[in-house]
DNA sequence: CGAGCGGTTGAGGCATGTCAAGAGTTGTGG
DNA sequence: CCACAACTCTTGACATGCCTCAACCGCTCG
């Protein structure tokens, strides 16, 4: 692995404060390897065996049932994902695909495990990190179950606005066909609902999103930060999608 | 507090690998109290100082915006709540309230995150905990964006009837109103769905339920240990919904 | 150039929510 | 002990949000 790899994986608040010693415990067991886009990385039933670190690239987790499929989330560098089912030693919930070219680290799930008995700051790392996870889900399901497709449309792209620095114009961070996947909601339904929005202060032009009356669009989407954040571990990647940690 | 109060705490997975020295210095500062039916015990934004713990009773789990409401979850002895906002520090994601007089042990927070540091068991248990609960909250979604609200009736049924040991008749362990609300839909909806599935092997009298053709109910609701369980955590409490650890 | 894909738009249908009313049950106070 | 209020649950009528199917556009890429 290269050594800026490694410098970038040490500074993830997961591993951040872990000693020296055992973070080169942890990464001489590892490697990193790159995938092309469009490649089934993980699929949801099989063992966990590998903590994935996403370090270039983009991954899509998405869930499967009775011919169905919706996107859970998206993670961007430089995060991890699904360190929930690798300590618990259980199947993935969710499939990850690459969405462009990706290239990732993958770390044997049974050193993790052995890891945290051992170093007490991994541990504490490892507790902070599954109970932020749990809240970004939370706050999903809050999200899903108190809001209608057209808030939930409203308080994403006012969201992406403020972690875009709060400005007024920003292009979507991902296509509208997964975007609507993730918010719930079918592509044609979020194309048309889109649209209706002009009348709420937010114009789309192709992947182009001009907030034109923050205002009315906040009226609309009236954002809470018990659902929208702040996030500690959303922000800490720069994706519009929040981190997950399977 | 009892020392049968004391033994029961002691088991769950949580605290039952801790030193016992440790274990009777979080009892401590901690102290039972019961609380009458109805009583808002948290609400959701405040600030997260307690661990909670249910010895008898059930406490309901729900989230609010806009003036909406929906149940997130119910707990049931003798089990754990919003363990990740006590180890974030962070506002409560959701309020809870009694559904009936409840016996309630609270647990400083500060004492919770001081004692995972010095007992390294104590935190391997918390994150097993968090792990799970993430989990949980995962199917959670899964079934909310897979499955339509037939489908996810038909799953809670079956569900249910496995966790009361495959029987083919039960009574709900929650009103009707509280169960349309945790499975997102309307209690008039819930209503009418309850009565088109005795085409599909079910009947429903009054709070009782009755398989009489379990394939054809299968069949419908296409069970998946992916979103369905086994859940070791969900197993832990005998609630028919999934504890949380808000 | 043609195939494939993402996005948009329209027509139509179904699922789900809303509003309203009434039956049955529970709890309470006179 | 009864009357009343409050509540859950059910049912009907109706409205609407969202999905499905289909067609079409524009773009990319082989």
């Known amino acids: 692995m290269r050594i800026e790899d490694l410098l970038e994986i040490r500074h993830l608040h997961l591993f951040r404060d872990m000693a020296q010693a055992n973070f080169e415990v942890l990464m001489i067991s590892s490697y ?6 469009g490649l089934e990385l993980i699929r949801q039933g099989d063992p966990a065996d590998f903590l994935h670190i996403v370090l270039e690239g983009s991954v899509e987790l998405f869930a499967q049932w009775s011919g169905r499929e919706c996107t859970m989330a998206v993670v961007r560098p430089v995060s991890t994902f699904i360190l929930a089912a690798n300590i618990r030693d259980a199947p993935y919930l969710m499939s990850a695909r690459t969405l462009e070219r990706t290239r990732i680290v993958l770390v044997p799930a049974s050193d993790l495990r052995a890891m945290f008995r051992r170093d007490t700051e991994f541990a504490v790392a490892v507790i902070n990190e599954l109970a932020s996870s749990y809240r970004s889900v939370v706050r999903n399901a809050k999200s899903l179950k108190l809001r209608n497709s057209r808030e939930r449309i409203a308080s994403y792209l006012l969201r992406q606005s403020q972690l875009a620095g709060g400005v007024a114009s920003y292009v979507l961070p991902v296509e509208k066909r997964l975007l ?7 592509a044609e339904n979020l194309s048309r ?16 999103v001009i907030i034109t009356h923050r205002a009315r669009l906040v009226a609309l989407a009236k954002p809470d930060r018990l659902i929208d954040g702040p996030d500690a571990v959303a922000e800490q990647n720069g994706s519009g999608l929040p981190v997950a940690r399977g």
Request: glycine share 10%; net charge neutral; proline share 3%.
């Open 193 to 208: 609902t889109l649209r209706t929005l002009e009348a709420d202060g937010v114009k789309i032009d192709g992947a182009r």
């Open 180 to 186: 609507a996947s993730y918010l719930g909601m079918t």
């Open 32 to 37: 990193a390897q790159a995938f092309p886009q």
